[in-house]
DNA sequence: CTCCGGAATGAATCTCAGTTCATTAATGAA
DNA sequence: TTCATTAATGAACTGAGATTCATTCCGGAG
């Protein structure tokens, strides 16, 4: 059945999500998926697409979800940018597909190169929206390439903080070379919904008290980057 | 004698520079250093705190030249700003002490919490000449340690596009993640010709038409980022 | 010259997690 | 009901690589 398939997906995603990828075992995500060990690999041919195939899964819900934005065409390049850096960072912050450990924490090469890939994609459509405001004479003349992979560490970094609040160490007897061997209780916090809504999901009204205002600091910050400083001042916020 | 742990510490930065972190496994540290396998454990209680201290103190390093620049105080806080971030990203795209991999590339849980706590430290200095330039009535109101953080990302993001071109894949299977595995017996198969020589780093002396322009460009993206759009206009370039 | 103590050695050991596969259970057609 | 085909199972296997440790080596004291 096709549908253990789309468990041990998602017993992958919620596993790295709450216990980090270090503690994302074959046999853990299968215990999660209830399946067996070995059923892993009817679905999977290794352990390496199998998150490689998530991790795809869960860029693309969120880059289908930027770009939505992005192709508003008849919004002014600025304003696109701080307004698809800002959902970006709201669905991050409530946990909604994304999550610290996704965006951060490495998992093997194989598998890394995947977030690479997808950092890379949401940089292109930064840079693309960059080029769109130059051509529009919205924006001074920069290098869209740089800016857009810039505003993209940025808001990413900027989230790194707020976010790990919710994602304790993960940690694993690993490094021994240090004091601490972490291990505060596992995670297991964040409910995790079974699963988001489709990619159409916008930011939505009332929030957190300070998750709004996280958002649109972020967001300040990249609309300023790029637009803030030889621009004409005709696009106020 | 004390010489061999400079060595062995030595041969693992230059190992995970040249190399990746992947390809870097205790016996070929060694082998670099010159010494034996097992003698690297009469250094350092194990593999994961070598690499911690290396990676320590190659962060240590670039921090300190960052923070020497914020210390400037004599010079407005978004001069140094953007000093600081063309000079970071101008060392590390010659080499100097950075690199690719150590940036980027994920090394173990326990080694990763060194980078972790690097970058943190970063937008620390960041945040603090943030506040500084709010204080002196320079910069208009933000938050100073989002915006700290946001400009370490902006600036490592961008960087690992210019890095990556001179850092060889890690290889160790592809994307796909399928069987077959590399790694022909020996791993030692890399030459790695014995010489280290200094921290400086042999780069090849391509020039860099462009390295100035990068670094340029990365160091108005942060300025705008921070004073380039309330603040007063005193400040041109 | 011979004898210690500690450092160096590197092959052997140990661990651990990904992968395999012989076996069992389930489904459904004859 | 019975057989055949496919999916599931999970214990055993395997390989990679970190760690260990019995042994060798070396410099200096007696």
Redesign the interface.
């Known amino acids: 059945m096709a549908d253990s398939r789309r468990r041990i997906l998602e017993a992958a995603r919620v596993v790295v999500a709450e216990q ?1 990828y ?1 503690a994302a075992q074959v046999a853990v995500v299968a215990s999660v998926a209830d399946v067996a060990t070995g059923s892993v690999y009817r679905h999977f ?5 199998l998150f ?1 195939e998530m991790l795809r899964a869960v860029c693309d819900r969120e880059l289908a979800v930027v770009r939505a934005i992005a192709d508003e065409r008849d919004r002014p390049a600025l304003e696109r940018i701080g307004d698809a850096v800002a959902t970006f960072a709201d669905r991050a912050l409530r946990g909604e597909g994304l999550a610290y450990a996704v965006i951060v924490e ?2 093997d ?6 977030r ?1 890939a997808a ?2 994609r949401l ?1 292109e459509v930064f840079g693309g929206l960059i080029e769109e405001g130059m051509a529009a004479g919205q924006l001074a003349a ?2 869209a ?3 857009g ?10 989230l ?2 707020p976010l790990s609040r919710r994602a304790a ?4 007897g ?5 004091p601490g061997g972490r291990r505060p209780g596992t995670t297991t916090a964040t409910p995790m919904d079974s699963d988001a809504g489709t990619p159409g999901g916008r930011r939505t009204g009332a929030a957190a008290p300070d998750r709004e ?2 958002t649109e ?2 967001a ?7 637009g ?2 030889p621009a004409q001042k005709e696009d106020r916020k």
């Open positions: 980090g270090a041919p290794s352990k390496a697409s490689a490495p998992m090469p194989g598998v890394d190169q995947v690479l950092r890379a940089a920069q290098d390439g740089l800016r992979a810039a505003v993209v560490g940025a808001m990413l970094e900027a790194v903080a160490a993960t940690a694993t690993g490094g021994a070379g240090y205002a996280i600091e972020i300040a910050f990249c609309r300023a980057a790029v803030g400083f």
